[in-house]
Structures are given as C-alpha cells and as structure tokens.
C-alpha cells in the first residue's frame, strides 16, 4: 500500500514541488529530496531543510586568482600584516603561483598560504602543471580545487576534481573544496542537482572528509556583484550538510565547514555570517583589498551575536 507524505520543504527559489506525494518504496536523500521539490512554486521563505550547523572554527580563504604584480601584493601584504584580526577563525590567502613564494617569506604567520589548482599526481613531464609536493615545499596549506573557472573555463570535470583532492589530502595539504550551479541550472531548479553530483564526487574519491572545507560559491555570483541573500545561501548550505549526514555520516556533517563564495564584500559579509549553516567565506575581489578583507575576516563576530 502506499504511503502519503506531506513532507514538503521549500527551497525559495531552487525548485519547485507539490504539496503531497505518494511514494510506494523508501528513498535515498537524493530521491527524497528531488521528488518532493520538482513542482513545487512559493515565494514564501523557509527553513528548507533541518541545520545541523558546525560547531567549528570560523574559515575565511582570499583567492587572488590571476591578479597582482610584485608591487601591489608588497602592499597587499603590508596592509594585511597590520590589519587586526578576530582570534578564533582561521585565515588563508591564495596568491598566484609565481608569487606565493614571495607572499610566505612576508606574510605574518596568523595567515596560511593556499595554491589556487595543483596537479592530479606527482609531478613529471606535465607543462604547464604545479605538483602538490611543489606546493608543500612552498610551505602550502591548503589548495583550492573543483573552482568553477576550473571547471568551466578550462573544463576540469566532477571526477577529475575528485581524483586531485585525493591526491592532494594523501599528502597532506587541506583541501577547499567548490561546488556551485550556473544561473541557467538555477532557473531550471537544478541547484541542488548540480550541487548534490559534485560533492557526489568529492566523496567517492577522498579517503577522509577531516581536511576538506566545502566552499558553496554559485557560478552566477562570482565576479558579477550579485550575490545570493542570506536566505538562498543557508538554504544551499542546510541542504548540502544534511546531504553529508545521509550520504557520509552525522560526524562528518556537523564537522565539515561549508563556507560561502560570491561577490562577498566589505557591505554583506555581516548578514551572511549570521546564518546558521554559513562558516565562512571564499573571497574574491574583496581579498584584494586588505582592510575590506580584514572586515569580512571579523565579521565573526556577527555569527557569535547571532548564536
């Protein structure tokens, strides 16, 4: 016999479903989640999934990407040497390779040194490549993989990402790990498809989640000035820690952060740090400007007044 459920979350503006559904046979998350949300249509907000929020250290990352020039990232580190940072979160810049070099000699040691890609394996005859161990060597932390100008500009693919976090975790470097849908997938309610295949990924390559930092970053907000509201961001991030409590285990969910990423600035970091699911930012443009990224680094100290 079937049973009903009048189980029916709704993610604003992600998917869309009914309001009761029958379903004749127990699913996986992933089913759960994709047959009750498909049609559904409300602009009404809502705690779309149950937060089972990290109790863990605060993760602010800057990317740099391909930006700066030795006399820009002098005074870059200049400013972020000075800059008063709360305690008690954990701060990673991500210079261009050529210049990490130069930001480890004369960067204060409160923050660590990330690489923005490294290679699938060792290193060898691979043109073009940095290895981890290159990285280390550097006196890397941690390194950023899956980003979407990875994935969508110079085509790196689920798996392939998978296989370079592996790699990258079993020799000792943290990883930050991308995940984000494109507008178009939004549109198409598509979101937590997009998002639940990529961790997908991640999860059947890496042998352990305890150095990996999860970074929702969007596509369409990642250098465009939009940014998703404090709302559309918790409720990626509720969804895709409840997604580990089903698919990895309840430790790994309430342990791993998952930071958010898009068009983070100076002027919304505060609300965004307010949100339960949200441990932190994956920073762009604003990385490049040391006090504004120094504003982003303490508003922590939202997230606390919000506990």
């Given at each position: ?125 691979f043109t073009g490549e940095i290895s ?176």
């Amino acid at each position: 016999m079937a049973m009903v459920s009048t189980y029916c979350p709704q993610f604003t503006g992600l998917r869309r479903s009914c309001s009761k559904l029958e379903t004749s046979s127990p699913q996986s998350f992933s089913q759960h989640v994709t047959s009750h949300l498909r049609l559904f249509s409300s602009n009404k907000p809502s705690r779309s999934v149950v937060a089972m929020a990290s109790n863990n250290k605060f993760f602010v990352g800057g990317n740099w990407k391909c930006n700066g020039t030795k006399d820009s990232i002098t005074k870059l580190v200049s400013d972020l040497n000075s800059a008063k940072l709360e305690a008690d979160v954990d701060v990673v810049v991500s210079p261009p390779f050529v210049y990490i070099d130069q930001v480890k000699n004369s960067l204060t040691d409160r923050i660590e040194i990330s690489a923005q890609n490294s290679w699938v394996g060792k290193g060898g005859a691979f043109t073009g490549e940095i290895s981890v161990e290159q990285l280390k060597d550097l006196g890397c932390k941690w390194v950023i993989l899956g980003h979407s100008e990875r994935r969508h500009v110079i085509g790196e693919d689920d798996q392939f990402i998978g296989k370079k976090a592996a790699y990258a975790l079993s020799e000792g470097l943290g990883v930050i790990a991308c995940i984000g849908e494109k507008l178009e997938e939004r549109e198409e309610g598509k979101t937590f498809d997009v998002c639940f295949k990529q961790l997908k990924a991640f999860a059947d390559a890496v042998p352990s989640w305890e150095n990996i930092v999860i970074a929702y970053e969007p596509v369409w907000a990642i250098g465009t000035g939009k940014v998703a509201t404090p709302l559309q961001a918790q409720e990626v991030h509720a969804a895709v820690r409840d997604w580990l409590k089903t698919n990895v285990s309840a430790d790994v969910a309430s342990a791993t952060r998952i930071i958010y990423g898009g068009s983070v600035n100076g002027g919304n970091c505060a609300e965004l740090a307010k949100q339960e699911d949200i441990d932190g930012f994956l920073v762009g443009g604003a990385s490049l400007k040391g006090p504004e990224f120094a504003t982003i680094v303490n508003s922590v100290t939202s997230k606390k007044v919000a506990a």
